[in-house]
């Protein structure tokens, strides 16, 4: 098995590839230390999820409340790095989202997928109850 926002366009597109390859310590010391902490159990040891609830930001001019999840798995020196993390936003920021993605000519892959080949990232897009989630993972199987 390999191991591998606020509303200003700029700031989320530098942040977006900049969380993928943190490790826990960078993340924490970044969002802050008011998270809750998941560890599956089955992947007990190996996978690490914090979760940050109702943090304010700002999407067109406007304050959202936004929840952040970030995923960690856990590497041969027993460091935690970033693989995975998805943002959660108010249904009518879909296109906000869609938008980002098409202005920096990433390659559609999906109905609401994109892959920035240079870093091997993928972007997806889920409308979720009444929420988009916005997820950014390592696309570890395209080497």
């Known amino acids: 098995m390999k191991h591998v926002i606020t509303g200003l366009l700029f700031f989320i ?21 008011n998270y809750t902490k998941e560890v599956p159990k089955k992947l007990k ?11 304010k930001t700002y999407i067109e001019g406007r304050e959202v409340s936004v929840n952040k ?15 995975l993390y998805f943002y959660e936003f108010p249904l ?15 390659v559609k892959i999906g ?3 994109w892959k920035d080949y240079k870093d091997n990232i993928i972007y997806k897009i889920r409308k979720l109850n009444k929420m988009v989630v916005f997820m950014v993972y390592y696309d570890a199987y395209d080497e």
């Open 13 to 33: 597109v530098v942040n977006v590839n900049a969380q993928i390859g943190s490790t826990f310590e960078e993340i924490v010391r970044k969002e802050g230390v």
């Open 45 to 55: 040891g190996i996978i690490l999820n914090i979760k940050y609830r109702n943090i």
């Open 69 to 83: 999840t970030y995923s960690f798995i856990k590497f041969n020196d027993d460091r935690y790095f970033c693989n």
């Open 92 to 106: 009518d920021s879909i296109n906000y989202f869609i938008n980002l993605m098409k202005s920096n000519n990433y």
């Open 111 to 113: 109905k609401f997928k």
